[in-house]
């Protein structure tokens, strides 16, 4: 099977791409000397987490308590839910936790550690509990100045059926940086902030066994991680439009594509309309601060190289693409095929249900994404 012949859309992921980029942010983890621990929500794939963690301590992170019960059931046994736990979930992640050699969950809440440990003592099991600390992004954690930065490690550790794991942030604010200098000071504040408060933590006899941080620009960007011992990145295996942009990457380090047809010429209004829409690509913009005009994605031919057109807008099924330039009419008349490289990956992958793999412009193999909740 080739790119002429798969059905479109399709999602289609370039394997030595890949491998590659899993390997060099395995080299740079060892040479920042601290643990990687891959967030395997960006592909939801057991052959690609097992690619990603070769070389590596072999821990995850996963945002869903389905992406667990998946990664468990496929062999892996130390998974940090990353999405701050809440009542709902108390039962399955301590189901979870009784087959798992370490899993654990994070919190930024006072009485949710106090309701999580009655449940942890009723079941008796004793679970692992991350901080989750705000390093600047403001989506969730404690600021690592304020009292409850201290208050909540302690409750935990005072806690009779809860371990203290350590503190973790994750720096979102690192996508909006607009220069190389904007992203080094962000990824500067997600270190400093985190040593600084394992640090004061300690002082008080609270020490942090795990100081954790991560996004794939700030592991990218950041100088050297004196005070941290582990870092969380997902988006590098793939890297997308978005990371080449803010560059994390290069163009040439994008491994996931969407194979799409085109259905539709129109001439007067000077577009083309292929059959990947809003499903098949995701509807996230890209690196607007930097590249206002990016549209949904970059329109690539089948061996991957930039015809510099984008996808300018989405509905559901259909992706329109505005073409300036007569020789792409001749070129891209109905039924021809181009890759279409997303603004964030993570989000295209999530909407598949299968990778097409390729290798050498050959389908060789076709992984399952698992998704739900
Ligand atoms: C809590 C948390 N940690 C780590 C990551 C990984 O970030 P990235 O995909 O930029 O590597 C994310 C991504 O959303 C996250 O939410």
Excluded at 13 to 31: F, G, I, P, S
Excluded at 251 to 257: E, G, I, P, Q, V
Aim: charged letters at 25%; hydrophobic letters at 40%; a negative charge.
């Amino acid at each position: 099977m080739t790119l002429e012949n798969l059905k479109t859309p399709s999602l289609i992921l370039d394997v030595d791409r890949m491998t590659r980029n899993a390997e060099r942010m395995t080299a740079r983890a060892k040479a920042l000397n601290v643990n990687l621990r891959p967030h395997v929500k960006t592909h939801k794939c057991v052959e690609i987490a097992k690619i990603q963690t070769t070389g590596n301590a072999s821990g995850i992170m996963v945002s869903t308590l389905a992406e667990a019960r998946y990664f468990l059931q496929n062999g892996f046994t130390d998974i940090t839910y990353g999405v701050p736990i809440e009542a709902g979930k108390f039962a399955e992640a301590i189901e979870i936790a009784k087959n798992c050699e370490r899993f654990s969950v994070l919190t930024d809440d006072t009485a949710t550690v106090e309701s999580l440990n009655k449940t942890a003592r009723a079941e008796n099991i004793k679970l692992d509990v991350f901080v989750k600390i705000d390093c600047g992004y403001h989506r969730c954690g404690i600021e690592p100045h304020t009292l409850e930065a201290v208050e909540i490690p302690r409750l935990i550790t005072d806690s009779s059926n809860l371990n203290f794991a350590g503190i973790l942030t994750h720096a979102g604010q690192s996508y909006h940086a607009r220069t190389p200098e904007e992203l080094l000071a962000v990824a500067q504040t997600e270190r400093d902030s985190m040593r600084d408060l394992a640090q004061n933590l300690s002082d008080k006899n609270l020490s942090a066994p795990t100081v954790s941080i991560g996004s794939t620009p700030t592991i990218t960007a950041v100088d050297n991680l004196e005070g941290i011992t582990e870092a969380r990145c997902g988006n590098y295996i793939f890297f997308d439009a978005f990371q080449a942009t803010l560059g994390s990457c290069s163009f040439d380090d994008c491994a996931l594509t969407v194979l799409a047809a085109v259905v539709h010429q129109d001439r007067t209004r000077r577009k083309i309309i292929v059959d990947a829409g809003a499903i098949a690509l995701s509807k996230d913009r890209g690196a607007v601060e930097i590249d206002p005009d990016c549209g949904y994605g970059h329109v690539l031919d089948l061996a991957g190289n930039d015809l510099n057109l984008r996808v300018s807008s989405l509905s559901q099924e259909h992706g329109e693409i505005d073409v300036s330039n007569e020789a792409i009419f001749q070129r891209l008349k109905v039924g021809s095929r181009v890759r279409i490289l997303a603004n964030h990956s993570c989000l295209t992958a999530a909407q598949h249900s299968h990778y097409h793999v390729l290798k050498d412009e050959q389908i060789v193999d076709c992984w399952e994404i698992s998704r739900g909740w």
